[in-house]
């Protein structure tokens, strides 16, 4: 995090002397806060990537969780509360521009603590296609059903409640349940009865999840708390059917290309393991529904619509400083119109159609 602070306080130093040169910035959460107040002084519009929800209510909903489990959650872990934290990025969200939401559930905890709609701007995240295909191969209908659980087993992902939910169901009696990622130790002491089933299998951190997933029928992420899970375009792009809660942020439609549940529902859940386990007609055709639209979600798609973000805030902004020149003209110094480039501080230079951004990765 020092690191970060010095980042923040060297790039709001060389925006003071490029400042005519950028349309807008986008920058990152807790390391930001220098950034944005300069950038507020010299009249350049901001953008704050959020990449989980509004994390105050992230840190609520992963206390109340614990609690309910009897866990008590490390301080370091990412979600434990820790109030200078928060109050650092509350204070970055009053001073962007717009926040960078990628999935409706995102936007909603911001409403919720009283966010105006026109301060959230929806993008989306994406994956790579070099990386991340499927087998289309045609499965047996027969074999039994496998699934997988990627990611940090941590109570905010909501593996017990994936656990509960498929020894509920039929489809754990001659299923397989894949769980690829690592454990909190408390957690995973909490979670031993249901992972010692012979249906699941722990296999810890795997390098070679794009193969896990080619070979598995269902992703599953019941999680409590999320921006837009990578994990689930990933799991899209490589075959697998999403059976995901409304919070993982995945881009998919319930009973269209996936399958998707209430956070805590664990018998919505249950049914859902059921009925891909009992037809396996309904699961092929929701898994060549759900690839034949993973042209929408790639970082291609994403990066499109990251410019359209870039222009419609560069726009609005505009905007709203010519209303505010027209009715105080004296206050606002002139700023020549300069040639397009995008430039990436932190990262390599880009070009992308007339907008010059400035990145504070």
């Not at 704050?48 to 109340?64: C, I, Q, S, W, Y």
Request: proline content about 6%; some cysteine.
């Amino acid at each position: 995090m020092r690191a970060v602070a010095l980042h923040d306080r060297i790039v709001s130093h060389r925006i003071e002397k490029m400042g005519e040169q950028i349309d807008i910035i986008h920058t990152w959460p807790l390391g930001a806060l220098e950034t944005l107040k300069t950038a507020a002084r010299l009249g350049i519009p901001t953008l704050l990537e959020r990449p989980n929800a509004h994390t105050g209510f992230a840190m609520d909903v992963v206390r109340k969780e614990c609690d309910r489990l009897g866990i008590v959650l490390p301080p370091d872990q990412e979600h434990a509360y820790n109030a200078a934290k928060l109050h650092k990025e509350e204070k970055e969200y009053k001073l962007a521009t717009r926040l960078l939401c990628p999935s409706d559930f995102v936007v909603k905890t911001f409403l919720d603590k009283g966010f105006a709609k026109v301060h959230l701007a929806r993008h989306t995240y994406g994956f790579d296609e070099k990386v991340y295909y499927p087998d289309m191969k045609p499965r047996d209908p027969k074999r039994k059903l496998s699934v997988l659980f990627v990611g940090v087993c941590a109570v905010r992902k909501g593996v017990h409640y994936a656990l509960e939910a498929w020894l509920q169901s039929p489809a754990s009696k001659d299923g397989t349940f894949l769980i690829a990622g690592e454990f909190l130790p408390a957690y995973r002491e909490k979670l031993e009865p249901m992972l010692s089933h012979s249906s699941v299998k722990v296999l810890g951190h795997r390098t070679d999840v794009p193969d896990l997933m080619r070979q598995s029928d269902i992703l599953v992420l019941p999680t409590i708390e999320e921006g837009s899970a990578l994990v689930t375009s990933e799991g899209r792009a490589s075959g697998c059917v999403l059976l995901v809660s409304e919070a993982a942020g995945a881009i998919g439609r319930h009973m269209e290309n996936a399958l998707i549940h209430q956070v805590g529902d664990v018998p919505a859940l249950a049914q859902h393991f059921t009925m891909l386990h009992e037809d396996r007609v309904l699961l092929e055709r929701l898994r060549i529904a759900s690839v034949a639209g993973v042209s929408e979600i790639t970082w291609t798609a994403a990066g499109a619509r990251l410019l359209d973000v870039y222009r419609e805030t560069i726009a609005t902004h505009k905007a709203a400083v010519s209303r505010e020149i027209s009715q105080s003209p004296d206050a606002f110094p002139q700023k020549p119109d300069i040639g397009p480039t995008v430039q990436m501080i932190g990262s390599p230079l880009h070009e992308s159609q007339s907008v010059r951004s400035y990145s504070h990765i």
